[in-house]
């Protein structure tokens, strides 16, 4: 499959800050979530588990916080985007990360092309789905996309599309 | 195709595509796969290039990508390797550094005068008389240098790639590719990195007519291909070894930055010529290159060839020839080799001179006869080919880059290496082993020790495979008394040059390499560092180990600026509003990473649009992005510890929903960032940045945070927060439209802030007057930033409302005599400089910078003022950074100004000596063009010294908003 980059809409991405997050966790089944771990709940939903005191929820529906607990809840509009085909190749062209120690299941922070991104590791054989700060998306899509035009290490992924 | 052979079993090309290019207006045919000289060649062509000084012919040395006098001239491209790069259908190519052609060129006139042009002639002629020398350079710079670059040509940047693998084994001959099946049977991942196109190296081109390896050839190819682990990276090599053991990997596509745990060195020797008079006439050359002509492009080197050789290799490139039915006219051995050699070369009809030596290669355009001795009895044989097999140097740079020590070992004559940093090996024929046997061993057991080492495992001890016998000559240099003998075949350096060098005191092997340029030229020693070692040990009475060699720096190779360059990854960021922004044709700016609107062109100039835009601010209602500002949530226990900790006010008596100035020092008390801080409840603070050092102080805050030990967190926040500045006279109007917010005086008094839905959406507002009008800043999450904005500017059509841009920010906050943080202050401004001394609360216990700031407090030297400019001259403007001067010397800069509509008269902002800074004091403004102008030192702020219009009664809001209506 050749290689293909689309950006996505997903619903209300929460990063949450605080104790007890695990009672959260739990709320969607996750609750034996490892660090740096994400798991998948709907297409384009997930919680991921980013310390022991911060999670990244992307899911319908609410999410209830509690200030007695000491828990904080931002709204992130984060871009994000999923890229089909053999991504590790495309990956190697921004981010110095070695993806061969990453799992599915993993979440990762990584510098890529000179900003920060998370990713979400998939099953073999499923796109990637990389996010970013929003006022960075358009320049993310921007040099992934000319990345996979013009990069002649790319070549046999652009053939793969002819 | 004069010297084309019949097919070899092994050869690249494919004689089913045969092509034609020109050369010179010429054309040559060859075939797919050839490259540039061996097409050449094969039609007998065998002046291939012009050498760099004298303009000699050269031809073919080493055809191993070190051929520097074969370098051709693309229509797109300078300095092709003719010995290496393939040729393509109709190219086109011209001869390098000639003047005229290649069969006539006129440089070669300057051999005529070589004796007045020693090495080192241009550092002392030249320099009298002075007026002559732009003439001198310039015809220097004529001569000199290779290829020619057009300035026209598109910018290309290659993209740079990241790789990683277990063992990276650099070289793919016979140990390479033994180490690499070796280490990937260990089950780790192996990147086998070769320069040629094909693996094999010099098992494919030394051993190709042994018929008892061609199984085992087949079985390690095969193996290599078959075995997922393993990764051949072709057509590449490692430019640079650096820490960490990442190599520098460069490609035809670009730069590979490849990672390995472990590496094994498997690059191999460099052949090393003989030096002896005449070594240059085309048709002298390496005995290996004769072997790669023959064995990759079928092209004979010659057709009558005599051997110098002071190894069993030389006697197998005889044999080479013979099988290929072409004459070889003698064997010259340097000593007396293994008898089984010398009784091969015999049965084959070879006669063999043991104990010979060269005395000099003769011929007008090429080699046409050979002249040497022995036992003091001169001999010369007529032929068109001398194919020297003298020695061996280590293709050692990238051992060298990692650290590794080399000695020279008399046994073999060659630099061997003797210590190698952890986690890398050497195998093959860089090691000393010249048996192809022992190399699969060495390559094998280098490949195990590399696999084991990096899986953490103990590693066998390593087994000595080198040889016992030298396979190098320990002086290959014979002198003759007419000279032109040539060590560096790059910059034309003869024997006599270093003599010359060594006697004027350069007898330091670096400071030899300095003065007469030996190893400087594009091949960077490989076939002239031995050489010049051995002379320089010759001459100085010294070993080859005391004197050394020269440092080995990545690039190993000349590697294109194109790939060094790589892609450029130059983030852009764009603020939520953006869509708006280009949708009314803001013109742009950029601000850090950022890209905001300068000023949105209403009007028929910059300057009118700019003007329009203040004036609006000013008499109704404006609307800035301001989402470009550092936005960072502090939470946490001790949040309120932290804030009084960062700025120099006192943030722990904020009451919950106040916001305040906040100001940060460094701890040298050099303000470094400004911002506005909010309390959100008792642990939670949400302050702002400055556009610019956004990240920066949210680095340093985090450092801060682990110094002090600190239970609270910072969330930087900027990218995910829009925010923007409504402001002016009705701006109150407009937001009571979108809000339910109690927006009186009363509910909403001035520098508080609140929380509230605007448009439909939750927001923080902050009652602020940077710009010195009543203004509300408006936070709300990215997503939602546009929708607001819109509504904003919906509603505020009524108000003939405008966005505003940068640059009439700038112009407002001016006239209100407010600071931009890196413009009005520079890398040493305090506080107190900048005129702020009511932002430093001293009686805080702490503050980041307290310390130094108690101190400069009574050191002040200079101060940020307030100037109006008393020229009405509109020729007259001064810029920031145009100097203040007083009695002819400086006494400060102009950090801003501007035309002041609202005012009508130029203002700005001068840090100055405190000397100079009492009100209406008279200052002088040094222009660019070195005029002066008048100005004098005025209060601040210039506009609203009161601040009433920020905080408007709303009775008098009531009437202005009448009026407007």
Redesign the interface.
Known sequence: MSLQISQKNVPGLL?L?GKKLNEILASFDAADLQVFQYKSLAENQFVAKLGEEELYVCADGSVSVS?EH?Q?A????DAIFEVAGNWKNLM?????????QSCPGDFLMVAM???SAWLLIPEEGKPLILGC???????LLE?LTK?IE????L?TERENDD | MKLRLSPQPLEWIDRKNPLTFTFEGKEVTGFAGDVASSALWSEGSKVLGRSFKYHRRRGLLSFANHDVNALFQAPDMPNVRGDVTPVQEGQMFTAVNTFGSLASDKGSLVELIGKFLPVGFYYRAFYSPKFLFPKWERLIREMAGLGKVDTSWTESRQPKRYRHCDVAIIGAGPSGMAAAIAAAEQGVDVCLIDENPYIGGSLDYQYVNEEALSETRSSLKSTIESMANIQVIASAYVAGYYGDHWLAVNTDQGLIKLSAQSVVVATGVFEQPAVFRNNDLPGVMNASAAQRLMSRYAVAPCKEAVILTANPEGYRAALDMHKNGLVVKAILDTGSTDSEWVEQARQSGIPVFEHATIVEASGRKALQAVTFSVDGVAKQLACDGLLMSVGWAPAGAPLYQAGTKFAYSHTLEQLLPVSLPEGVYACGRINGVFDILDQFKDGEQAGLAAALYMQGKETPELNDYAAQMAHSHPYPIWQHPKGKEFVDFDEDIQFKDLKGAIAQGFDNIELMKRFSTIGMGPSQGKHSNMNGIRILAKLTGKTIDQTGSTTARPMFHPTPVSHLAGMRFRPERLTPMHAFHQSVNACFMEAGNWLRPEYYPSEASREASIAAEVAAVRGSVGLIDVSTLGKLEVFGKDAVELMDRLYTMRMSNMAIGASRYALMVDDSGVVIDDGVAVRYSDEHFYVTTTTSSSDSAYRMIQKKVIEWGLQVTVLNRTGQIGAMNLAGPNSRKILSQLTDLDLSNEGFPYLVMRRAKVAGVDATLIRVGFVGELGYEIHVDSMDALQVWDELMRVGEAFSIKPFGVEAQRMLRLEKGHIIVGQDTDGLTNPFEANMPWSVHFKKPYFLGKPSLMKLKNEQQRILVGFELLSADRNAMPLESNLLIEDGEMIGRVTSIGRSAALGKVIGLAMISIDYSKPDGELHIKLSDGRLVKAKVVKTPFYDPDGLLQKPDEEVHNKEQGAAA
């Open positions: 990063h800050r200030t000491n904080y931002f709204r992130r509009g190697a062209e921004v981010c110095i990360y070695d993806f061969r092309a000179g900003i700060d929003p006022t960075f998306g358009h320049y040099t990345q013009t990069s002649p290490f070549k």
